[in-house]
């Protein structure tokens, strides 16, 4: 998957670090630590992407983090990149699944008017943001 890095502005809050993206507006994190804002920050990313792309919403290209104009109301706590991961070229493959499991997932895939293909491209995008955040 091909890399773009976006900024994410920080704000110290007496709960810790809030992170607001200026390429997507309403996109939050937060975090104890500057470490821990900026892998929460990468989850809710790849999270939020993923919903873009399923929804078939442009991905915007990242702001240059030094062009970021400062919000005269918010003193900040820092600047910072975030790595967001954008869907390369499609690559086929053949699994194998139960069939039992494979049928409620053509089930599922069918409710939410996508393919099989695109259902479980999602759920691995969003089991891979989860696990980021876990970490």
Request: glycine share 8%; hydrophobic share 45%; net charge negative.
């Amino acid at each position: 998957m091909p890399a773009r890095y976006y900024p994410i502005i920080l704000e110290q809050g007496s709960e810790g670090l809030h992170a607001t993206f200026p390429d997507f507006p309403g996109l939050t994190a937060f975090g104890d630590t500057k470490a821990a804002v900026t892998a929460n920050a990468e989850a809710g990313l790849a999270l939020h992407i993923a919903g873009m792309i399923e929804d078939g919403d442009d991905i915007p290209e990242p702001s240059d983090l030094d062009q970021v104009p400062a919000d005269p109301e918010v003193v900040e706590a820092g600047r910072l990149l975030v790595r967001g991961e954008l869907p390369g070229r499609s690559v086929r493959v053949n699994v194998t699944f139960d069939e039992a499991l494979l049928a409620a997932i053509d089930a599922e895939a069918k409710r939410r008017d996508t393919s099989r293909a695109g259902f479980l491209a999602a759920a691995a995008r969003r089991e891979i943001a989860q696990q980021a955040g876990d970490r």
